[in-house]
């Protein structure tokens, strides 16, 4: 036909410059991906490397070099994510936040029943301290830097506790009698279970029942009888 221009069809199995790139964009995504991954693992080893460091050297005597030491990586490594010691200590609001966020996930899934959230949400803040004994030890060396911290990351912690407990403290009997709304209960929860870091409970193990109890969705445990 007059101005009709035929299509030449490539044989299957041939792949022509359209799927060439479709292929090299696969690889290259694939290996972005990789790479993402495998920096994010540096970052999070560098960070975790610096609150151990800050923890035993404080936040005047801490260096560059007690990051590396720390971390097990070369300065290189360190100065290719971090220009200096500001953006360290900046980046780890964020990595407690994200560690923070992982371990709510997790106790989560392993008690995922909707009665027992206040007992897990609260536990795995009252209790980080044992899995991340530098938070404890920063406080207690640099009480100043770990208020001021505190204080910026609050509510970005208390947007991940909200949402760990969902609409659970819709049934507590604060907010069933309209005394609170769930957002200004999970506050008030979440600054008493922050507080334990400042000072610390003698009974630990019975403050998240205590606070479940307070809201009303959990018999609180009984002090044990004295003699």
Known sequence: ?????????????????????????????????????????????????ALHALARRGLRKLSMSDVCEEAGISRGTLYRYFKNK???????????????KLALQRAVE?????????????????????????????????????????????????????DSLGTVLADSLPVRSGA????????????????HFFVPSQNSDELPGLLAGLAGLHPATQPAATR
Do not use: K, W
Not at 21 to 43: K, P
Not at 86 to 100: K, N, P
Not at 187 to 195: P, Q
């Open 110 to 162: 392993e008690r995922p029943d909707p009665e027992d959230r206040v007992i897990v949400v609260m536990g795995v803040i009252i209790n980080y301290d044992l899995t991340h004994p530098e938070t404890t030890r920063t406080i207690e060396l640099e009480p100043a830097f770990g208020l001021s911290f505190v204080r910026r990351v609050f509510p970005q912690f208390l947007a991940i506790v909200s």
């Open 180 to 195: 609170l709304s769930m957002d200004q209960l999970a506050e008030i929860l979440m600054r008493i279970a922050v507080s």
């Open 1 to 49: 036909m007059p101005g009709h221009r035929s299509v030449r069809h490539r044989p299957f199995g041939r792949p022509g410059g359209y799927h060439r790139r479709c292929a090299r964009r696969a690889r290259h995504s694939g290996e972005r991906g990789r790479l993402v991954a495998a920096n994010t693992d540096t970052v999070s080893r560098i960070l975790d490397g």
């Open 86 to 100: 500001d953006a360290v200590l900046e980046a780890i609001g964020h990595h407690v936040e994200t560690s923070l």
